[in-house]
């Protein structure tokens, strides 16, 4: 009988070790990734630029080789970004919207001057009005409004409030600001534990006032306390103080916030 041939044994220089599959098993994937990701980051330049005309209706001009980038597409058109200009300047008022803006905040100080004056007996020096770039100040001083250390409006004072509400109504443009400011002597009350208290409510009260007994829109009013910290005049006198001892309405164009009047066009 005949005998069968052995198979000839392998011989263990020549077999690879295990890993080696693995690895080359890696390696393709990796090659077949960076693949995809190529073919994913350049483009046919002639077939895209049959869709960009077919879409723009002008053949799109390619700067560069093989690739077109985000620099291309923005700079042929394909792809426009925003201007941030665009939007602002143009809502931005006219020069000549910008004069007329002022003549009005001009005349509308003027009117209150002449009312605090006439109907009040008031020289200039005890009520201030202001005439900024975009809006009137009133100061009144805190004596005018309020007694020493309360935060209740004086029965004469809602006579001068009223003028204000007045302008208010007639010039609907107008948005009101109400600071309450104080002097730097200690304020420790049960209702008033600092100036800041103090100064807070005072302005709540005008604002009260302006909304609840005139109607003023809640939306075009709003006030705020700075206490003793925003001073106008020195607190090492009692006139100095005096002064401090103020509440402001700011009446204000919010159209002309921007740009100023005194830029040139």
């Given at each position: 009988m005949a005998k069968k041939n052995k198979p000839p044994e392998a011989d263990a220089s020549k077999v690879l070790p295990g890993w080696i599959a693995t690895w080359s098993d890696l390696a393709m994937l990796m090659f077949a990734f960076f693949v995809m990701l190529f073919s994913m980051s350049t483009i046919d330049i002639e077939r895209f630029q049959q869709v960009a005309a077919s879409f723009s209706g002008r053949e799109l001009m390619v700067m560069g080789g093989g690739g077109i980038g985000i620099d291309d597409l923005i700079g042929s058109g394909i792809i426009d970004l925003p201007s941030i200009a665009e939007g602002v300047f143009d809502s931005r008022p006219s020069l000549e919207e910008r004069h007329y803006a002022l003549e009005n905040l001009h005349d509308i100080a003027s009117d209150f001057r002449t009312y605090f004056a006439e109907y009040h007996g008031l020289d200039g020096g005890e009520i201030d009005v202001i005439v900024g770039e975009e809006s009137v100040r009133i100061i009144f001083p805190g004596g005018i409004l309020f007694d020493s250390g309360r935060a209740d409006?004086?029965?004469?004072?809602?006579?001068?409030?009223?003028?204000?509400?007045n302008a208010i109504f007639m010039h609907p443009e107008l948005f009101i600001e109400i600071e309450g400011h104080a002097d730097n002597v200690p304020m420790r009350t049960a209702r008033f534990p600092s100036n800041w208290h103090l100064s807070s409510e005072r302005a709540v009260a005008v604002l009260w006032y302006f909304v609840d007994a005139r109607g003023v829109e809640p939306t075009r009013i709003s006030s705020r306390g700075f206490g003793e910290y925003h001073p106008i005049a020195t607190n090492d006198t009692d006139e100095g103080r005096a002064r401090n001892r103020r509440v402001e309405i700011n009446l204000v164009n919010r159209d002309m916030s921007f740009p100023s009047f005194t830029e040139s066009e």
């Amino acid at each position: 009988m005949a005998k069968k041939n052995k198979p000839p044994e392998a011989d263990a220089s020549k077999v690879l070790p295990g890993w080696i599959a693995t690895w080359s098993d890696l390696a393709m994937l990796m090659f077949a990734f960076f693949v995809m990701l190529f073919s994913m980051s350049t483009i046919d330049i002639e077939r895209f630029q049959q869709v960009a005309a077919s879409f723009s209706g002008r053949e799109l001009m390619v700067m560069g080789g093989g690739g077109i980038g985000i620099d291309d597409l923005i700079g042929s058109g394909i792809i426009d970004l925003p201007s941030i200009a665009e939007g602002v300047f143009d809502s931005r008022p006219s020069l000549e919207e910008r004069h007329y803006a002022l003549e009005n905040l001009h005349d509308i100080a003027s009117d209150f001057r002449t009312y605090f004056a006439e109907y009040h007996g008031l020289d200039g020096g005890e009520i201030d009005v202001i005439v900024g770039e975009e809006s009137v100040r009133i100061i009144f001083p805190g004596g005018i409004l309020f007694d020493s250390g309360r935060a209740d409006l004086r029965p004469d004072a809602f006579e001068m409030l009223d003028i204000v509400a007045n302008a208010i109504f007639m010039h609907p443009e107008l948005f009101i600001e109400i600071e309450g400011h104080a002097d730097n002597v200690p304020m420790r009350t049960a209702r008033f534990p600092s100036n800041w208290h103090l100064s807070s409510e005072r302005a709540v009260a005008v604002l009260w006032y302006f909304v609840d007994a005139r109607g003023v829109e809640p939306t075009r009013i709003s006030s705020r306390g700075f206490g003793e910290y925003h001073p106008i005049a020195t607190n090492d006198t009692d006139e100095g103080r005096a002064r401090n001892r103020r509440v402001e309405i700011n009446l204000v164009n919010r159209d002309m916030s921007f740009p100023s009047f005194t830029e040139s066009e």
